[in-house]
């Protein structure tokens, strides 16, 4: 679409809107089903009163030997077509209650009217759609679909309240607007429009919309006399002006489309936006995240530049804006700060905008340091080691803090070209299911279906022929630094008490996984837990902790998968089959064990120092955080 074709780009109210709006021929007839319209009518009567509602853009192309005002409708004609009939269907109400004088003849009456090319006496159809029976409208399948579309309003208005239908009325009154896009025929004729926009080649988005309203021909630069000053200005975009604004305007979009840098402006799916620019838009509109005004913010530029000509300086005004969230992307420090905050919907990118924009980067670092600490602040008396997964407002923080501790074990490593992958974090194809907390080391063991109840056969039967290597080993070495002879005599009646229940376990697993039809493995995957301990260890049953100790981040698919596996298992499952998956990092390092501490000589357990080396590694991370290694406190309500 060549932009000086743009004739008009401006908002007018429904009970403004006059002209006959033609539906050419090429166009498939009014199709609109009974809910569809019941749906038109709920949304307007739902809108606040006062506050403007916004129809999808009527695309128009104005009849060249139809008069002045004869339009090709192009675009939009369902709605204005149901809308005709709702003003036909208030006006018999108003007929009703003459008497009354409740429903005012001038509030209820249209401007405009609706022909159908492939059917020219189909206007006269509408004006009179109150008094066709059904077996009239029969007779074409346009009028069908009007007629029981009129019908369809009738009976909304017939069972509501006499004070709905004068709301109604007073919101096509005052309320209900349409985006009037008006395209000049120089070059095109309607059907090429009509092509283009049911192929996708003019998306009339909210930032199609507003980059019409600065590339408008009626925006074009003109020369003008003040006659009190008597001196001559321009008002208006020059050629040059606008050429840079369309430049500008493909590099945002071009950026913004990179998944690095829309996920961390966004939690959105990319498919949401398809101009990403709206991103930007709506933040610079400052759009309420829970408005659901689908042209909310081209009705505030359209409204702010509604003065007369637009010039420059204010595309200028919304280009810094975008310089400044880009500045802040490519700055290591808040880009991880700012990701962190929008991942957990603590901020928004509005509200971080609104904060940061008049600050200096030191200022704006200290508010979002702020926010960080008060994001994992907790109730008095809670503490690392009192969080628990059981409670839904622990289990929570649990994930905020696992995923500040990702985030920012990236931000601290010396290799300042390394970032967290938001856009992996977030990526719903690889991460489907959100993120969840799994227990390092199994809690307990729970009933699987029936498909999962081989492989997990399969898998741990491997995983004990690792265990009992690991005794082995294991029992040499302590058999080594055994003191004496009654040492080494308990050490090898631990030893062969613990091969024995191995190879009792492992006969049972093997019958069950070469059985024809597999039946209850319960009591088989609880001995497995009782069985596959650390040798010699006191105080193994500390593993059986819901606290953040014992906890690390996964996908809920990914934790469905590793449901009742011990430690090893999983350790197999994360670091060799998940390959193509994203693990956070810190999680990797979990089943690693490649942090300061851990029992790295050990990798079937997670152990007791493993735990604590963990927390302390947590803690560490936060420290900037944290009040002398615990949790911040929220202040009192009081």
Same mark, same amino acid.
């Given at each position: 679409m060549?932009?000086?074709?743009?004739?008009?780009l401006?908002?007018v109210p429904?009970?403004?809107?006059?002209?006959?709006?033609?539906?050419?021929d090429?166009q498939?007839g009014?199709?609109w089903?009974?809910?569809?319209?019941?749906?038109l009518i709920?949304?307007?009567?739902?809108?606040?009163?006062?506050?403007?509602y916004?129809l999808?853009?009527i695309?128009?192309?104005k009849?060249?030997?139809?008069?002045?005002?004869?339009?090709d409708?192009?675009?939009?004609?369902?709605?204005l077509t149901t809308?005709?009939?709702?003003?036909?269907?208030?006006?018999?109400?108003?007929?009703?209650?003459a008497?009354?004088?409740f429903?005012?003849k001038?509030?209820v009456t249209e401007?405009?009217?609706i022909?159908?090319?492939?059917?020219?006496e189909?206007?006269?159809?509408?004006?009179?759609v109150?008094?066709?029976?059904?077996?009239e409208a029969?007779?074409?399948p346009?009028?069908?679909?009007?007629?029981?579309a009129?019908?369809?309003?009738?009976?909304w208005l017939?069972?509501?309240?006499?004070e709905?239908?004068?709301?109604?009325?007073?919101?096509?009154?005052k309320?209900?607007?349409v985006?009037?896009?008006?395209?000049?025929?120089?070059?095109?004729?309607?059907?090429?429009?009509?092509?283009?926009?049911?192929?996708?080649?003019?998306p009339?988005t909210n930032?199609?919309?507003?980059?019409?309203?600065f590339?408008?021909?009626?925006?074009n630069?003109?020369q003008?006399?003040?006659?009190e000053?008597?001196?001559?200005?321009?008002?208006?975009?020059?050629?040059?002006?606008?050429?840079?604004?369309?430049e500008?305007?493909?590099g945002?979009?071009?950026?913004?489309?990179?998944?690095?840098?829309?996920k961390?402006?966004s939690?959105?799916?990319?498919?949401?936006?398809?101009?990403?620019?709206?991103?930007?838009?709506?933040i610079?509109?400052?759009?309420?995240?829970?408005?659901?005004?689908?042209?909310?913010t081209?009705?505030?530029f359209?409204?702010?530049y509604?003065?007369?000509?637009?010039?420059?300086?204010?595309?200028?005004?919304?280009?810094?804006q975008y310089l400044?969230?880009?500045d802040?992307?490519?700055d290591?420090?808040?880009?991880?700060?700012?990701?962190y905050?929008?991942d957990?919907?603590?901020k928004?990118?509005?509200d971080?905008?609104?904060?940061?924009?008049?600050?200096?980067?030191?200022?704006?670092?200290?508010?979002?340091?702020?926010w960080?600490?008060e994001?994992i602040?907790v109730?008095?008396g809670?503490?690392?080691?009192?969080?628990?997964?059981?409670?839904s407002?622990?289990?929570?923080?649990?994930?905020?803090?696992?995923?500040?501790?990702?985030?920012?074990?990236?931000?601290q490593l010396?290799?300042?070209?390394?970032?967290y992958p938001f856009?992996?974090h977030?990526?719903s194809?690889?991460?489907r299911?959100g993120?969840?907390l799994?227990?390092?080391h199994a809690?307990?063991s729970?009933?699987?279906?029936?498909?999962?109840?081989?492989k997990?056969?399969?898998?741990?039967?491997k995983?004990?022929d690792r265990?009992e290597?690991?005794?082995?080993?294991?029992?040499l070495?302590?058999?080594?630094l055994?003191?004496d002879?009654n040492?080494?005599n308990?050490i090898e009646?631990?030893f /062969?008490?613990i %091969?024995?229940?191995? $190879?009792? #376990?492992?006969?049972?697993?093997? &019958?069950?996984? +070469?059985?024809?039809?597999?039946?209850n493995?319960?009591?088989?995957?609880?001995d497995?837990?009782?069985i596959?301990?650390?040798?010699f260890d006191?105080?193994?049953e500390?593993?059986y /902790?819901?606290? %953040?100790a014992?906890m $690390?981040? #996964?996908?809920k698919d990914?934790? &469905?998968?590793? +449901?009742?596996?011990?430690?090893?298992?999983?350790r197999?499952?994360?670091l060799?089959?998940?390959?193509?998956?994203?693990?956070?990092?810190?999680?990797?390092?979990?089943?690693?064990k490649?942090?300061?501490?851990?029992?790295?000589?050990? #990798?079937?357990?997670?152990?007791?120092?493993?735990r +604590?080396?963990?927390?302390?590694?947590?803690k560490?991370?936060?420290?900037?955080?944290?009040?002398?290694?615990?949790?911040?406190?929220k202040?009192?309500s009081?």
């Amino acid at each position: 679409m060549a932009n000086d074709n743009i004739h008009k780009l401006k908002i007018v109210p429904i009970h403004k809107l006059d002209g006959t709006f033609h539906i050419p021929d090429y166009q498939r007839g009014y199709r609109w089903q009974r809910r569809q319209v019941e749906q038109l009518i709920e949304d307007i009567m739902h809108n606040p009163d006062g506050q403007s509602y916004y129809l999808q853009p009527i695309t128009v192309i104005k009849r060249a030997n139809g008069g002045n005002k004869v339009y090709d409708l192009i675009d939009g004609q369902q709605r204005l077509t149901t809308l005709l009939l709702i003003y036909k269907a208030l006006q018999q109400k108003a007929e009703e209650w003459a008497t009354l004088n409740f429903l005012k003849k001038e509030l209820v009456t249209e401007h405009y009217s609706i022909c159908y090319d492939t059917r020219k006496e189909s206007e006269n159809f509408i004006k009179d759609v109150a008094t066709k029976s059904g077996e009239e409208a029969s007779k074409f399948p346009d009028y069908l679909y009007m007629w029981h579309a009129y019908q369809k309003i009738r009976i909304w208005l017939d069972t509501h309240e006499a004070e709905d239908c004068k709301s109604l009325a007073n919101k096509l009154a005052k309320d209900v607007k349409v985006i009037w896009y008006e395209i000049g025929t120089r070059d095109e004729n309607a059907w090429t429009v009509f092509a283009n926009l049911n192929s996708g080649k003019i998306p009339l988005t909210n930032s199609e919309l507003v980059k019409a309203l600065f590339l408008s021909s009626s925006n074009n630069v003109e020369q003008i006399e003040d006659e009190e000053t008597e001196k001559r200005y321009y008002v208006g975009l020059t050629p040059y002006e606008k050429s840079i604004i369309v430049e500008q305007w493909d590099g945002i979009e071009r950026e913004l489309a990179a998944p690095s840098f829309w996920k961390f402006m966004s939690n959105e799916d990319m498919e949401k936006y398809p101009t990403k620019i709206d991103l930007l838009l709506d933040i610079v509109a400052n759009k309420p995240d829970n408005d659901r005004n689908e042209y909310y913010t081209f009705a505030y530029f359209e409204k702010k530049y509604s003065h007369g000509k637009i010039s420059h300086t204010e595309w200028q005004n919304i280009y810094d804006q975008y310089l400044k969230i880009r500045d802040w992307y490519e700055d290591n420090s808040l880009f991880h700060k700012i990701g962190y905050l929008i991942d957990i919907r603590y901020k928004s990118l509005s509200d971080i905008y609104t904060e940061g924009k008049d600050k200096s980067d030191s200022d704006f670092e200290m508010v979002l340091d702020g926010w960080i600490k008060e994001s994992i602040s907790v109730k008095n008396g809670v503490t690392f080691e009192s969080l628990d997964y059981n409670e839904s407002e622990d289990y929570e923080m649990i994930k905020r803090l696992l995923t500040l501790t990702n985030v920012l074990s990236t931000l601290q490593l010396k290799d300042n070209t390394l970032r967290y992958p938001f856009h992996l974090h977030k990526d719903s194809e690889r991460n489907r299911g959100g993120w969840s907390l799994e227990h390092i080391h199994a809690q307990k063991s729970e009933q699987i279906k029936k498909e999962g109840k081989r492989k997990w056969l399969e898998l741990h039967l491997k995983s004990l022929d690792r265990f009992e290597s690991f005794c082995k080993n294991e029992y040499l070495k302590r058999k080594d630094l055994a003191q004496d002879d009654n040492a080494k005599n308990s050490i090898e009646k631990r030893f /062969r008490s613990i %091969l024995d229940s191995v $190879a009792e #376990l492992r006969r049972r697993m093997e &019958a069950a996984s +070469n059985a024809k039809e597999l039946g209850n493995i319960q009591p088989i995957m609880v001995d497995f837990s009782k069985i596959v301990v650390p040798p010699f260890d006191e105080h193994s049953e500390q593993i059986y /902790r819901d606290g %953040l100790a014992n906890m $690390a981040l #996964l996908t809920k698919d990914d934790n &469905a998968v590793l +449901n009742n596996s011990s430690f090893d298992v999983k350790r197999y499952i994360i670091l060799d089959e998940m390959s193509d998956r994203y693990i956070p990092p810190f999680t990797q390092r979990v089943f690693s064990k490649s942090f300061a501490g851990s029992d790295i000589e050990q #990798l079937y357990f997670w152990s007791d120092n493993d735990r +604590n080396s963990y927390l302390k590694q947590i803690k560490e991370i936060l420290k900037e955080y944290l009040e002398d290694k615990k949790l911040p406190t929220k202040a009192s309500s009081k």
